[in-house]
C-alpha cells in the first residue's frame, strides 16, 4: 500500500476479498478519494482554475548566471512552478523565458517580514511582553494589527501584480511573530514571550473582544499575564482573526488586479495539537478559516531543522488537509550548508513522505541547495518518475 494510503480508504476497499478479488481495481479506489477532495477544495470554491498534474516547485531568491541553463536544468527534474523573490519576479528576462518553458511562476510575498520597513521606521516593530523589538537572530517582525501597515502593504502588492503579472502569489510571514525554526519536539513556545502586547494591539484586542483590561494594572507584563491567564480563548480568537482578516484583504485585493490568480500560503508545520495547539496562541494562524480564500497551503516541513523524523512530514500534511480540506503543497528542506547535513537518503526519505497523499506535490527549499547537490537531483527525477 503506498506511504499515507490508509487514512482514505474506504471499508470495501480494505477489505481482504476485495483486494484478492481485484488487486488493481482496488489500488484506483483507494487513491480516488484524496484525488477528488483535492479536485473540490478551495478551487471550486474561488472559481478559480487549479493546475493540472502534481506541483514540483522550487524556491528561488537570486540567480546571476544565464537563465537559459537554469530552466533546461528545472524542465529535466520536472519541475514546473517557480517561486521566486520580488528581485527575481521583477526582471523581465526570467519572466519572458519562465513564460517560454511554461514555469508557472509565483512570487514569495513576505507580510509581516520586513527589515528595510523596520530599519527606516523602528516604531512599526511588534513587541514583546518587555516592550521589546520582535526579533530574534534574523527574524524580524512588523506589527500585525498596524492597520497604516496593513493599507501599505496591499497598495505594494497592487502595483506588484501590475508590474509582473505574476501566476501566484506565494504568500509569506502571514502570522504573529514567533521563531518557529528553533522549536523543538521537546520544546513548548510561551506566548508570553511573543507577540504582539503594543499599544496598537492591546487596543485592537479590547474592541474586538469587547473587554476591558483592568485599568489597575499598569505596565505590558502585567496586562500580557492577565490576558493569557484569564483570556486566552479570546486573545487567541483575535489574533487568528487579525490574520485571516488580512489575508481576505489580500485574496481580494490581489483578484481585482489579476482575476484568476492562484494563492498559497506558507504554513508554520504545526499539527492541531503541537505546543498546546501554538497555531492559534502563538502563531494566530487558522488555517482552516485562512483556507476558503486561498488555493493552496505550503506547511514548511524542515524536518532536519526542526529534529523531526521523516514520517513527520506526512503527519503534518495529512492534519492540515483534516482542518482545511484544501489543497496541501509540502515545502522540504534540501539541505543545510552548517556542519549536520542532510544525506542524500534522508532526503529521499523527506521527498517521499512530502508526496505521500493528501499531497498537491512539493516545494523545495531551495534551489541553490538543489542546485549544489547533484545526486539529490537525480533522487527527484527517479521519486517522481515512480510515481507516473
Known amino acids: 500500500m503506498p506511504v499515507g494510503q490508509r487514512d482514505f480508504e474506504e471499508p470495501l476497499m480494505n477489505s481482504s476479498c476485495f483486494k484478492t478479488a481485484y488487486p488493481a481495481l482496488s489500488k484506483v479506489l483507494t487513491l480516488l478519494p484524496a484525488l477528488l477532495m483535492l479536485l473540490a477544495a478551495n478551487a471550486s470554491a474561488q472559481g478559480q482554475s487549479v493546475p493540472s498534474g502534481r506541483i514540483v516547485g522550487v524556491k528561488i531568491y537570486e540567480y546571476k548566471k544565464d537563465f537559459g541553463p537554469l530552466f533546461s536544468q528545472w524542465k529535466n527534474l520536472g519541475v514546473n512552478h517557480a517561486c521566486v523573490s520580488v528581485d527575481l519576479a521583477k526582471n523581465q528576462e526570467f519572466r519572458r ?57 496591499l497598495e505594494f502588492i497592487r502595483n506588484l501584480l501590475r508590474e509582473c503579472q505574476p501566476d501566484g502569489l506565494s504568500i509569506d510571514f502571514i502570522r504573529f511573530f514567533v521563531y518557529w525554526e528553533t522549536i523543538y519536539p521537546n520544546s513548548s513556545p510561551d506566548p508570553l514571550e511573543n507577540t504582539c502586547f503594543c499599544v496598537h494591539c492591546l487596543r485592537s484586542f479590547s474592541a474586538y473582544s469587547h473587554l476591558q483590561i483592568p485599568e489597575q494594572l499598569g505596565s505590558v507584563r502585567e496586562k500580557a499575564v492577565w490576558i493569557t491567564k484569564n483570556r486566552m480563548k479570546e486573545w487567541a480568537e ?67 531543522m526542526v529534529r523531526q523524523e521523516p514520517s513527520w512530514i506526512h503527519s503534518v500534511a495529512v492534519d492540515i488537509y483534516r482542518r482545511s480540506k484544501s489543497p496541501i503543497l509540502v515545502s522540504i528542506q534540501v539541505s543545510d550548508e552548517g556542519e549536520d547535513q542532510i544525506p542524500a537518503g534522508l532526503f529521499k526519505h523527506y521527498l517521499e513522505q512530502a508526496l505521500a497523499a493528501p499531497s498537491a506535490g512539493v516545494v523545495f527549499w531551495n534551489w541553490e541547495m538543489l542546485e549544489k547537490h547533484p545526486e539529490k537531483q537525480k533522487i527527484v527525477m527517479t521519486v517522481l518518475k515512480e510515481l507516473e
Open 238 to 304: 483575535w489574533k487568528c482573526q487579525t490574520i485571516t482578516s488580512m489575508v481576505a484583504s489580500i485574496a481580494d485585493e490581489a483578484r481585482k488586479v489579476r482575476p484568476g490568480i492562484l494563492l498559497n500560503i506558507h504554513a508554520v508545520p504545526w499539527r492541531e495539537n503541537d505546543f498546546d495547539q501554538a497555531w492559534k496562541t502563538v502563531a494566530g494562524q487558522d488555517l482552516a478559516a485562512i483556507a476558503p480564500y486561498v488555493d493552496y497551503l505550503s506547511p514548511m516541513c524542515y524536518a532536519h
Open 97 to 153: 523565458q519562465a513564460q517560454a518553458n511554461r514555469i508557472s511562476t509565483w512570487i514569495i510575498l513576505p507580510v509581516f517580514y520586513n527589515p528595510e520597513k523596520l530599519k527606516q521606521n523602528p516604531e512599526f516593530y511588534a513587541r514583546t511582553v518587555t516592550g521589546e523589538k520582535a526579533e530574534k537572530d534574523w527574524v524580524q517582525f512588523v506589527c500585525p494589527s498596524r492597520t497604516d501597515y496593513r493599507a501599505e502593504r
